[in-house]
């Protein structure tokens, strides 16, 4: 059965650094990854989705990374601003229509 | 159209209401989904619909009943619902089979008193 952790599970930081989020998945054969964010009671955000096939996908200040054969996941976030404060939540897609998400980062950013 | 929409947006119930929330979206994706999410969680899956028919139901409780009436509309109807079920709900859709992104709604806040 799939599992997908996320490290950390919160993170605090001020406005302007740039900041790694990791997301790590126990089976290695998946189809694609899929990062999403979520701001509080909202829905979920489609943000970078990165194909099996693929080593990174990139938007604007995000780019994510894709390690399938070591099971790993990063979202990198350059000069963050107290707007990109969200829960960022990995998602692996790893059978017919079956996607399995992660416990997610809380991410604040201060101004 | 790249938009799922969910509504209502906010929902109050009684223990013995009956009531519905409804998904819908034009994107031409034939899977649709319905997950639950509680407070500081993941979301988890309930319903998959692929073509319109049932796919997946993840030993959801009865007084869930979903409905797909068209390739563009889903339904989640709601009876005798306990107040452990309070939850955001969320629709999601996606072109059928693997590798596809999903695309999720904003949700219903759901509340059971």
């Known amino acids: 059965k799939q599992e997908v952790t996320q490290i950390p599970a919160a993170l605090s930081v001020p406005e302007g650094e740039n900041l790694v989020l990791n997301c790590s998945f126990t089976?290695?054969?998946?189809?694609?990854l899929q990062w999403f964010r979520q701001d509080p009671g909202k829905g979920l955000t489609s943000l970078l989705l990165i194909q099996s096939s693929q080593r990174e996908q990139t938007s604007g200040r995000l780019n994510a990374s894709l390690d399938k054969s070591s099971g790993r996941s990063t979202l990198y976030i350059a000069a963050s601003q107290p707007g990109d404060s969200a829960t960022y939540l990995c998602?692996?897609?790893?059978?017919?229509?079956?996607?399995?998400f992660g416990k997610g980062t809380m991410l604040l950013v201060s101004p | 159209d790249t938009e799922v929409t969910q509504t209502p947006k906010h929902l109050v119930m009684g223990m013995t209401n009956k009531k519905s929330l409804k998904c819908e979206q034009h994107m031409g994706h034939r899977a649709m989904y319905w997950y639950k999410q509680k407070a500081k969680k993941p979301p988890e899956l309930m319903f998959v619909y692929s073509y319109e028919k049932l796919s997946i139901n993840e030993s959801v409780p009865s007084r869930f009943s979903p409905e797909c009436p068209n390739s563009s509309l889903l339904n989640l109807h709601l009876h005798a619902l306990q107040p452990e079920d309070s939850a955001l709900y969320l629709c999601?859709?996606?072109?059928?089979?693997?590798?596809?992104?999903?695309?999720f709604g904003s949700g219903t806040r759901l509340t059971v008193v």
């Open positions: 999601a859709s996606s072109r059928p089979g693997q590798g596809y992104g999903y695309t």
């Open positions: 998602a692996v897609g790893s059978g017919y229509s079956t996607l399995t």
């Open positions: 089976d290695s054969a998946i189809y694609n």
